[in-house]
Structures are given as C-alpha cells and as structure tokens.
C-alpha cells in the first residue's frame, strides 16, 4: 500500500527503490510522514513569525519541498516584514517563494497550518488562522515550549536551529539530498544559511548543529553562501555608517563618532564609516571608533583615522592624543592621511550583560572623546554641554541603579 502510493508520487519505479522510505521506526521523521501522508494531496500554509530571519526562512523551504512529494502545496507566508538585509538576500538569491499576508487575504482556503521556528506567539496569522477554524497540523521548532496552540504533530527541541531539525527529517530520509538537483542544492545552502547565522557563525551551535552543517556541507553552494554572507556584511558597514553618521560629533573640523559594539567580522566598516565622514563638507578630519567583540576572544577598541588636513600628522596626532599603555605602548599610530588605534578592553572584556555593556560603551565612548577633545583643545565646552545632557538622562531614568560617574 504504502510502496504503491509512493509510486504515484514520484512518477517513476526507479526512484520508488530510493524513497519508499526506510525512516528510523519512532523517529520525528517518520511521525511527520505519517502524518503527510494522512493528509495528502490538501493544500497548507506554513506560517512564519513576523519578521522571518533565515533559519525560519530555510527551514519553510524544506517543509515545502518535503510536503510537495506527498503532494501537499505548501504556502510559506508570514505578516510582517522582511527587515534584514541577509533575509532578503536570501530569498533573492535562493528565489525562495514567501507570501506576505495581508488582512485583505483570505485564510480559510488552507486545509491546515504549520509553524515553523514559532509556536504562534510571534505571528498574528495564529488568531487569524484559529478564527478562520484552520486546524493547527504541526509545529516544529527549537524555543522554549509555549503551550499557546496544540498541533497534531509537535517537535519541539533544543538546538540551536529549527534548520537543524529539518536538516535531520532531510537525513532520515524525508527527502534524501542529490547533488545533482539544483532545487535540493538551493535547499542545502538555505539550510546551511539558516544554522550559520542562528547560532552565530556557530559559535552557539550545539552538536546537533555541527552534524546537521556536516551533511550539509557537501551539497551546499559555495559560491551562493558566500554572496549571501558579503551582502549580509556590506549592509552591516551601511548600518554602521549610518550609526557614525547619527552620531557624529563635529569640532574645528574634525568629525568623531563611537558608533558602539561591531562583530568582529564587521570591523572592516570602521574605516569604512571614516572614509564617509570625510565626505562631508567643512570636515578634514575623521574619527570613528568601536569595540570590536568576538565571543571568547580579546576585547578592543578598534578606531580609525582619515585627514585631508595636509599639515596633520596622524602618526603624532594619535600618539599624543592617546598616549600610552603602562608598558609604553602607543595605543595608535598612523601613516600619511591615515591612522588607527587600538585600546584592548582587558578586566572589561567578555561579559555581554546589556547594563554593563551599556555602561562599558559610556566609559570608553567618553574618555575617548575626552582625550580627542583635550588634543583639539575644545575639551570644556562640549564635556559641560554632554554632562548635562547625560545628568538629565540619568535623573530621568533609574538613579539608584546608576553607577558613580567617573570624575
Ligand atoms: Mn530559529
């Protein structure tokens, strides 16, 4: 029976042999197998959260195309928007078909849901679908249990990535990858896109992650991956540009801008966000400075310096700007029109509690401009102007939780 409708299915007894599947008895994969082949031939609707990010995005397109071999059309739809550079340069360059539903579109023409990398708590399609009566069919993801919507199917698990399950349902024989078949490639690199940036570049990624990316690594499309990832990383610099630019503090002609914490991998934007400033009209002098954080690694202040100003030295500029560490080490240095600088964060580094790394940002932020200020001889007037500013901040916030400001 079973070996029959599989037959329909693929068209052809040869690749009957390959799929009729030998699926793990009792695993998730053959629960969900089951349960497609319960309800082929209807029409679904994959529901992502509102703001889809890759690993949701990637882990829909395998839902899909596991769907499509028992003959269930699959829509991946979502409500809000697609906000992030990487999300979009993935569905560009993967042509991953997502539909953004509006209140005008009808629901009630799905059979049945699925939420995929949500539990219905980050979507308003969950109330519209349940008013619309569209039973919830499955739900699989890796966040915390939120008991909101009951499915027929659940799996819920901690990974790292909801692409890491799917990778597994891939692997289990849901739908066996051909290197050969462009659409399963695609497939691979979106998935492969998905646990990357969900786990940070793997740095959160559990064992489960790594075996997933291990079987994905030999179908996956370099080339596609790797476009990806420089879109996703021009975009970073255009936001860290703007940051800089927001920021800005212009004095005497030189402009300054600390523009927070930057990835590691992001700190090419640095420069980057300096070379812009220097664009502007009556600048001649750019600053634009960062912490650079890498989990597990040192901690700096990464800072960049471009001058148009021929009589400006940045070598001596930056030297006497910044001094010295204790062992006599100059914190920066520079060559014609151009400089950097580098203050390692030390006894500082490596706690990413919000508070104290707020706090950790205004220090640096502020001794910084302090010292960039006191070499431009400008220092009192914008340190009385910033010190009030911050003493009304303060005063409307939390006084109690403020730490004594330094000085
Ligand atoms: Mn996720």
Known sequence: MERERYKVVEGSTETKEQTAPSLPAGSKAAELAALLERHRGERHII???SFPDPDAISSALAHQMIAARYEIECDIAYDGVISHHENVALVELLDIPLIRLTERDDVARYHASVFVDTQGTTTRLTERLA?????????VDHHEFQNV???EFVDIRHVGATATIYTEYLQDGLLPLDRTDESHVRLATALMHGIRSETGGMVRARREDYMAAAYLAEFVNQTTLAAILSIERSRKAMDIIKIALESRIVRDNYSIAGVGYVRYEDRDAIP???DFLLTEENVHTA??????????EREMVIGSLRTRKATLNPDAFLKEALGSSDSGRYYG???REAGGFEIPVGFLAGTY????????????????KRKFWTKLG???AIEQKREQEIESQLRGRNPDSSPTKPE
């Open 378 to 380: 400008v220092l009192e």
């Open 353 to 368: 509690e919000e508070e104290f790394m707020r706090w950790k940002w205004y220090l640096y932020d502020r001794q910084i």
């Open 333 to 335: 240095g520079g060559r």
């Open 131 to 139: 008013e619309a009566r569209v039973p919830v069919l499955a739900i």
């Open 149 to 151: 919507i009951e499915a």
């Open 287 to 296: 600053i634009v400075y960062g912490i650079v954080i890498k989990p597990g």
């Open 272 to 274: 980057q966000a300096a």
């Open 47 to 49: 529901v992502l959260q």
